[in-house]
């Protein structure tokens, strides 16, 4: 092979390295835009539907209620594989993201997963009225909270 062929073969394989490493880099910041994107219409369920109406700062709305619970089931059995190994150490955006311990102790995070899947299902059907919105809403939020007082960092 003569140098100018050598040449352009090295050049077009830099090339087509780079243009794959950039699909790359985009594939993960679109994996951490959608887990950003769950996470906060999960929150806007739990905490802007459900614990304003326990907190009687809206007023109960029954289909509100089934709407928030299925977006939550939804979520709930979702949610992991927007955590895939290869966004450990993405770039920290937003006000929060996630913390490496979420790959570092992938089975505690999904247990966590697991228990929030557990509370929404085994509390769901008990949601009729205010009050037992009020009486299972502490044990359905938990779920977030526990994952989030360890799986979650604040950035600066």
Request: aromatic letters at 6%; one cysteine or more; a negative charge.
């Given at each position: 092979m003569n140098r100018?062929?050598?040449f352009g073969l090295s050049l077009s394989a830099l090339a087509l390295g780079t243009l794959l490493s950039g699909?790359?880099?985009?594939?993960?910041?679109?994996?951490?835009?959608k887990r950003k994107d769950a996470m906060k219409a999960a929150g806007?369920?739990?905490f802007g539907t459900l614990g304003q109406m326990s907190r009687?700062?809206?007023?109960?709305?029954?289909?509100?209620?089934?709407?928030?619970?299925?977006?939550?089931?939804?979520?709930s059995k979702s949610i992991a594989p927007l955590y895939p190994e290869s966004t450990k150490?993405?770039?920290?955006?937003?006000?929060y993201s996630a913390s490496d311990k979420v790959w570092e102790d992938r089975a505690g995070f999904e247990s966590h997963i697991?228990?929030?899947?557990?509370?929404?299902?085994?509390?769901?059907?008990?949601?009729?009225?205010l009050d037992s919105l009020k009486a299972v809403f502490p044990v359905m939020s938990k779920g977030c909270s526990?994952?989030?007082e360890t799986y979650r960092l604040k950035n600066s």
């Open positions: 100018v062929g050598f699909f790359g880099a985009m594939a993960q910041d679109d994996v951490v835009a806007k369920s739990m009687d700062r809206k007023p109960y709305d029954q289909a509100e209620v089934d709407a928030a619970l299925a977006q939550l089931e939804t979520f150490g993405a770039p920290k955006t937003g006000d697991a228990d929030l899947d557990k509370a929404i299902a085994d509390n769901k059907s008990k949601i009729k009225d526990g994952c989030h």
